[in-house]
T-cell receptor, first 114, second 115 residues
Framework: NAGVTQTPKFQVLKTGQSMTLQCAQD?????MYWYRQDPGMGLRLIYY???????DKGEVPNGYNVSRLNKREFSLRLESAAPSQTSVYFC?????????????FGEGSWLTVV | AQSVTQLGSHVSVSEGALVLLRCNYS??????LFWYVQYPNQGLQLLLK??????LVKGINGFEAEFKKSETSFHLTKPSAHMSDAAEYFC?????????????FGTGTLLAVQP
């Protein structure tokens, strides 16, 4: 019963390096999301994908790119990491994009940029 | 624009005592409201959600929340705290009938349960 799976769980990057966070869901959900969580700020939406083949910006998209590889997978890329991107990243999914659908979260990826 | 405010970033209760975590929302349209729980080093898990079917919503682990439109509140309660309830709790809002499932989260309340 995997649900939403993210890799890697922990990563340390140097400023300017690039990396990709991988996410896969096995619930046959149409919609997927990337959030970041920072102390005292709750979770903020970076990008989302309503369905396979579509992606849209969320609240804090600057410095990130995403790819909806197929229905199961949604990756988040940092092209040139900055210390301000030190955060915990959560991938999530829901059955569809209509509001009110329960959003299911992965266990998080802890990213430190030094 | 929608927002939620969680009053109290840290709440401490004794085991067996009432748990009350406060959430007030702001929304120009009817909202969907959610409570999520996050245990240490884990993702968020849905506790309960309000979707206009009933104002008193029961969730998992004995938690419930009441939607009060007049007070724009959706406070989370549990009659008797257990040690296992120690976690961070997030209130969230989304737009009722919206075409996009965007959740706006509060800043979280860390619940400590004392023996």
């Amino acid at each position: 019963n995997a649900g939403v799976t993210q890799t890697p769980k922990f990563q340390v990057l140097k400023t300017g390096q690039s990396m990709t966070l991988q996410c896969a869901q096995d619930m046959n959900h149409n919609s997927m999301y990337w959030y970041r969580q920072d102390p005292g700020m709750g979770l903020r939406l970076i990008y989302y994908s309503a369905s396979e083949g579509t992606t849209d910006k969320g609240e804090v998209p600057n410095g990130y790119n995403v790819s909806r590889l197929n229905k199961r997978e949604f990756s988040l890329r940092l092209e040139s990491a900055a210390p301000s991107q030190t955060s915990v990243y959560f991938c999530a999914s829901s059955e569809d994009i209509n509001s009110g659908n329960t959003i299911y979260f992965g266990e998080g990826s802890w990213l430190t940029v030094v | 624009a929608q927002s939620v405010t969680q009053l109290g970033s840290h709440v401490s209760v004794s085991e067996g005592a009432l748990v009350l975590l406060r959430c007030n929302y702001s929304s120009s349209v009817p909202p969907y409201l959610f409570w999520y729980v996050q245990y240490p080093n884990q993702g968020l898990q849905l506790l309960l959600k309000y979707t206009s079917a009933a104002t008193l919503v029961k969730g998992i682990n004995g938690f419930e929340a009441e939607f009060k439109k007049s007070e724009t509140s959706f406070h989370l309660t549990k009659p008797s705290a257990h040690m296992s309830d120690a976690a961070e709790y997030f209130c969230a809002v989304s737009k009722y009938g919206g075409a996009t499932n965007k959740l706006i989260f509060g800043t979280g309340t860390l619940l400590a349960v004392q023996p």
